[in-house]
């Protein structure tokens, strides 16, 4: 089965530790809707399965951005509608939109007669991920989130009224964010019984406005090891409270991990539609233009303007090592001896052994997986365990 990503490139106000790609101006909103639709279109036949001679049927839609829930319902419906007319859909999929607290609050009243939950519902999303990155103002500022802290608490109150299945993002490493604190936004996560959380440490990337304010000497350099700390919390916490922790910076109860994610991380195929979304069809990648101009005239001319990338035995062989030591499914060595050969598998052997000595890896029933110390580092682990130049 395969995935359809739609991304949504606008947002309200440029979060201070973002890279995605995305514009505040709301100006080609309609048109860029209209472009999204055409190219599912376009791209009606691109997940051929050549066994059957038709299309690989959908399991997952998810709306991702830059801030989906900026659209207004009714251009979501019209999204997920082209999706179902030109691709074979399962019964129930799952269907993401990715939303901002500020996104959602304003109808919380309930003093009209707009729900917007039960909007989501109608059109067929059956699940939300919410961006709440703090609990705290001083952390949500420091961000330059468009919502407060009071706007997430709110936000998640109704939300669980009307969505079982939510997913939120926390974000940590944040400076001045001692450990209490930190306990304190998991605790406060916690309290709304939320099933699954995503959480990532707050990276510092070029070219943002973050990025600036800290060679500026505003803003502290995050502490890795504060981070590390932080990280330790969350997967002990979790864990004492019935999450799985599925991939690095994922964590789900049971029968609650995101089928979209999970997708990425076990090789299936997807189809990325929108400007900067990025595509996989099991041997190559590809990825279209990052602007929003470009993007809509490519598609006003009927083009896809974007680059692909074959990968060679070698690029899947590295793919596999960092999704697999990323999730609780691990490094399959018989995989990696059937698929690659034995000259990679003497190689990944060879590069995990002082891993495994460390106690950072471990071998259980030949696959290759992080201890609870070496969970933190399996980026940094994956990396010394690639391959290079062998082709």
Not at 75 to 84: A, G, M, R, S
Not at 128 to 146: C, H, P, T, V
Not at 346 to 354: M, R, V
Request: overall charge negative; glycine content about 4%.
């Amino acid at each position: 089965m395969s995935g359809i990503y739609i991304h949504i490139p606008f947002c309200k106000q440029a979060c201070h530790y973002c890279d995605f790609h995305f514009s505040t101006s709301m100006k080609k909103k309609d048109e860029m809707v209209l472009a999204l639709a055409k190219e599912i279109e376009m791209r009606k036949s691109e997940l051929l399965d050549c066994a059957r001679s038709d299309n690989e049927i959908i399991e997952t839609i998810y709306f991702g951005g830059g801030t989906p829930s900026i659209l207004d319902v009714s251009d979501i419906k019209l999204l997920i509608d082209t999706v179902y007319k030109h691709f074979k859909v399962v019964e129930n999929p799952e269907i993401t939109v990715e939303a901002n607290p500020d996104d959602l609050s304003p109808d919380l009243s309930f003093q009209g007669t707009r729900n917007l939950f039960e909007e989501f519902k109608a059109i067929g999303v059956n699940r939300l991920s919410i961006g709440i990155q703090s609990f705290f103002e001083d952390d949500l500022k420091l961000m330059n989130r468009a919502h407060n802290s009071a706007e997430a608490k709110e936000c998640l109150e109704f939300a669980t009224k009307y969505f079982d299945n939510i997913s939120i993002d926390l974000i940590y490493g944040v400076p001045n964010m001692n450990n209490e604190k930190w306990l304190q936004n998991i605790e406060t996560a916690l309290s709304f019984n939320i099933p699954h959380i995503s959480s990532y440490a707050l990276t510092v990337e070029p070219k943002t406005a973050l990025h600036t304010f800290i060679q500026k000497g505003i803003i502290p350099q995050p502490d890795d090891e504060v981070a590390q700390e932080h990280f330790q919390i969350l997967v002990d916490k979790l864990s004492e409270n019935d999450f799985i922790h599925y991939e690095l910076s994922n964590f789900g109860k049971e029968n609650y991990f995101s089928k979209n994610n999970s997708s990425y991380w076990l090789g299936k195929k997807y189809i990325g539609i929108g400007p900067s979304a990025h595509s996989y069809d099991g041997q190559s990648r590809s990825w279209n233009v990052s602007n929003n101009s470009l993007y809509l005239k490519s598609i006003s001319e009927n083009k896809l303007s974007s680059e692909t990338e074959k990968l060679t035995q070698t690029d899947r062989y590295n793919e596999y090592v960092m999704t697999g030591l990323r999730t609780i499914w691990g490094i399959s060595l018989d995989r990696i001896e059937t698929e690659f050969g034995k000259t990679y598998l003497d190689y990944l052997n060879q590069q995990a052994e002082k891993y495994i000595e460390d106690h950072l890896l471990f071998v259980d029933e030949n696959i290759l997986r992080t201890t609870k110390k070496g969970k933190f580092l399996s980026d940094g682990i994956a990396s010394d365990l690639f391959l290079l130049n062998l082709e």
